[in-house]
C-alpha cells in the first residue's frame, strides 16, 4: 500500500455540543496489511525518503530491509489531526514505527490501534483524552519479534484538557473558554506477545483536568488507565524505566495501573514513582 493523497473526515460541533456524550465523532480509518501471513509490509510514522510511486507495471518498489515486500508505508502522524479522523487502526505482520523528532497528533479522543509483529516508538503520541492500544503477535515464519519498545524520547499523552470559562479580568478575555469539556484523561494498554520495554527517559501520561465553570468553581477530571502487559508463550520480560503520570486534581480521581509478565516483581523504595508521582 502506498498513500499519498489527503484524507477529510472532519465532523462540525456546534458551541452547545460541549460535553463528550453531546459530540459528533470524526472519521474512521482502517488499514489492513495482514490479509496474508505472508504479507509483512512495514509501517513509519515519520518524513518520507525516498519514493513510494508504483513502477511502470503497477507493483510496488521492494524494501530492501524486507526482502519480497513492499516498500515502508510512511505516515505524517503532524497532520492527522487536521484531517479530522477519530479513530485510526493499523494492522500489519511486519513492523510499526514512529520515528523520534516526529510528533503523531490525533484529534480531540481520538482512538489510535497499532497492531504489528514488533512496535517502536521514539517519537510523541498526543491524542487529548483519547486512547492509544499498541498490540503485537507474532506470526509463524514471521522475522518479527514480538516486542514493544519506547525509547529515551517517547512519549505518549492522553491527559485531558483544561478548560477555563471564567477568565481572570487581568486576563483582557472577556469570554468563556467555549471549547469542548474533555477534562478526564484517556487510556494507554500495551499489550505484546514479547518484551516491553519502557526506557528511562520516556513517558506516558493519563493525568485528568479540569474545568473552572462561570460561578468560579472547580470540576476535577479523573486521571485514566494504563496497562502495560508482555506475554510471549515462552515468557517475556517487562523492564519499566519511564515515567508514567496519573494525576488528579483535587476532587477528581488518581489513575490506574495495571502490570501483567510472566513474573512480576514488586518493591517499594525512596525512588518508586519519584519522578513520575503515584499512579
Known amino acids: 500500500l502506498a498513500l499519498d493523497g489527503e484524507m477529510q473526515a472532519i465532523a ?42 508504483p513502477d511502470e507495471d ?34 500489519t505482520n511486519g513492523r510499526i514505527s514512529v520515528d523520534q523528532g516526529h510528533r503523531v497528533e490525533l484529534a480531540e479522543a481520538g482512538a489510535l490501534t497499532l497492531k504489528g509483529g514488533e512496535i517502536a516508538v521514539d517519537g510523541q503520541i498526543r491524542s487529548l483524552a483519547g486512547t492509544v492500544n499498541l498490540e503485537t503477535r507474532v506470526i509463524g515464519g514471521s522475522r518479527a519479534s514480538g516486542a514493544i519498545s519506547l525509547g529515551e524520547r517517547a512519549s505518549i499523552d492522553t491527559s485531558g484538557g483544561w478548560n477555563n470559562d471564567r477568565p481572570a479580568a487581568s486576563s483582557g478575555v472577556n469570554r468563556y473558554d467555549g471549547r469542548p469539556l474533555r477534562i478526564d484523561g484517556g487510556s494507554v494498554a500495551v499489550r505484546a506477545e514479547g518484551d516491553v520495554t519502557v526506557a528511562a527517559g520516556s513517558r506516558i501520561d493519563v493525568s485528568g483536568g479540569a474545568n473552572r465553570r462561570t460561578d468560579g468553581t472547580i470540576k476535577a477530571g479523573n486521571a ?41 516483581v514488586l518493591g517499594v523504595d525512596d525512588t518508586l514513582f519519584v519522578d513520575g508521582g503515584p499512579v
Open 12 to 53: 462540525v460541533n456546534g458551541a452547545r455540543q460541549r460535553a463528550p456524550e453531546l459530540q459528533a465523532h470524526g472519521g474512521t480509518l482502517s488499514i489492513d496489511l495482514a490479509r496474508t501471513t505472508a504479507d509483512n509490509q512495514a509501517v513509519r510514522f515519520g518524513k518520507k525518503t525516498g519514493s513510494g510511486t
Open 224 to 264: 485514566g488507565s494504563i496497562a502495560l502487559e508482555a506475554a510471549a508463550v515462552g515468557g517475556s520480560d517487562l523492564a519499566l524505566a519511564g515515567n508514567l503520570m496519573g494525576y488528579a486534581v483535587v476532587g477528581g480521581r488518581g489513575g490506574s495501573l495495571s502490570l501483567t509478565s510472566d513474573q512480576a
Open 58 to 91: 503497477g507493483s510496488l518498489p521492494t524494501d530492501p530491509a524486507n526482502p519480497g515486500q513492499p516498500l515502508e508505508l510512511v505516515l505524517d502522524g503532524s497532520g492527522l489531526k487536521r484531517t479530522g479522523l477519530q479513530a485510526i487502526r493499523i494492522n
